[in-house]
Structure formats: structure tokens, C-alpha cells
């Protein structure tokens, strides 16, 4: 067993303005995000994750039939193809956060996840979908418009260097998935993320590392960088980590920069805390169950 894992973290700018063609989005995307997944290989990096849906402009801050041309088949689609044969080829793990089209008009906000033998494990979809203004100039998170909430539930992936859970975004304000993923077995959860300054931006340093104190697993949270137009509706402010199961940053990206954060989980660590804090065993699921239940 590996119990030290090199974890590569991808924050980048989308360097094209939203009035331009979709492809046009998803060919420049992928070509920069390929040479940065290289670079993030070639330093070390065992298991890599790109930013929430890594092909184009954070799109959901309008509400726009144009956006549904980036959907694509997942596993099936050419993207998560091109980036299993990348996977396979470079022995690394592989987070790849897309939009998806099952049939005929169903869309899903999920991430990929590919083994380093290039193979497909399985997804994850977003299951927490938010709709919500941003300033007075018509943009937001308008997620509902774009994505029908997950119902893969709480996935763990037993991939070659770690068990790897997935939660994207909005979901981090939810601790019910999040302990979920630990009670399936992930010593470290993927939040793929674009998220902007104001009015959350406190809770980026605080949600996660309680989830990762609360369940005992490492925590990686990536963030896309820049301002984005025709949009323009707040900074996309980066700070992309990794956080141990103490509530510790082991690294952290810079604000404003395209960059690959590398750090190193030691799954050790997670042993160590586990012994000293038995949150599994004294928690008391037979008492919950009005978590449940709907309110009036």
C-alpha cells in the first residue's frame, strides 16, 4: 500500500470571452488544461483534479439555451476518452469535472473519475444545485436552469494511489453527502469548484476543513481564477488546497494565477487521527432521523 500520495491541484483562468462559440470554449480549454495536466505529471503528481466543469467559462451566470451544446456523453463523450488516453498514459489518477447529456435533453453537473490505467471507474454528480442572483445586473449561480440534481448518490472510487470521494462546489455547504463519503470509505474528497468573492467567500477556509476534521480524510478544494466576460459578476478568487484530517493546510493556491498546487496526502495521518478521534464509532445514526424528515 501507498500511504504517501502526490495530489496535484489545477486552478486556471478561462482565457475566452463567453460571446464566443462553445467549441471554440472547449477547444482552447482542453488544449491549455492538457499541457497544464503534463506539467502537474511530470513534477510528481499521482492524482490530479481539474476546476468544476474545466472546459469553458463558469456559463451559469446567465441563462442561456446556447450553453447546452458543451453537454456530452460521460463515459462515452470525447473529452473523457481523450483524457483516459492521457491518464493512461501519464499513470496518474484522473478527476475531470464535465457537463453531461444523458439522452435527450437531461443534463447533469459531474466529474469523471479515470484510473491511472486509463480507466473509467465511474462519476459523480453534483447533488446539491444552487439558483442565486449575484449583484443587479441579472447574473448568477443559475444552476437549476442547467443541471437536474444527482442521483448516483455518494460514490468512492478505489483507485490506484487513494479511495477517492467526490463533491462539487455548492455541495460543500452540505455535511450530510460529506459524511457520507467517509462512511463509504474515502480517505480524501475532490471539491471542483467556481465560486466568487463576496458573498461565501469566508466560508471557503472554514466548511471544508471542519468536513475534513468531522470525517477524518483529507479535503482538496479547487478553484478557478479570474474575472469572466461578458459576465463579469465577481472575482473567481482561486486559493485552491489541500487540507489534512486535522483541519491542517498542507498547501495553498495563489489568488489570481493559473497554477498547479502540489502537495502530499500521508494517509498515516488519517490512522492517526482516527485513533484519537472516534467520531465513527460514537456517532448515533439511530437518533437522526428527523434528518429526514421533510418540514412543514
Known sequence: MVNKVSIGLIQAKNDVNGDEPVHLHKEKAIEKHIKMVRDAASKGAQIICLQEIFYGPYFCSEQNAKWYEAAEEVPNGP???????LARELGTVMILPVYE????????NTAAVIDAD???LGKYR?????????GNNGWGFWEKYY????????????????????YI??????PEGARLLGLNGAEIVFNPSATVAGLSEYLWK??????????????????RVGMEAPWNMGEFYGQSYLVDP?????????????EIILAEMDKNKIHEVRDTWQFYRDRRPETYDDMVKLLP
Not at 126 to 134: E, M, N, W
Not at 206 to 223: D, F, K, M, S, T
Not at 247 to 257: E, I, L
Open 101 to 108: 447529456r444523458v439522452g435527450i435533453g437531461t443534463y447533469y
Open 126 to 134: 453534483k447533488q446539491h444545485i444552487p439558483h442565486v442572483g449575484v
Open 246 to 258: 486535522r483541519g491542517q493546510f498542507v498547501a495553498v493556491g495563489s489568488r489570481d494565477q493559473d
Open 206 to 223: 472554514l466548511e471544508q476543513p471542519a468536513h475534513a476534521v468531522a470525517n477524518g480524510y483529507y479535503v482538496a478544494a479547487i478553484n
Open 147 to 166: 443541471f437536474k440534481p444527482g442521483n448516483l448518490g455518494y460514490p468512492v472510487f478505489d483507485t490506484a494511489f487513494a479511495k477517492v470521494g467526490v
Open 79 to 85: 473529452t473523457v476518452q481523450l483524457f483516459s488516453s
Open 118 to 120: 486509463g480507466t473509467y
Open 169 to 174: 462546489c455548492y455541495d460543500r455547504h452540505f
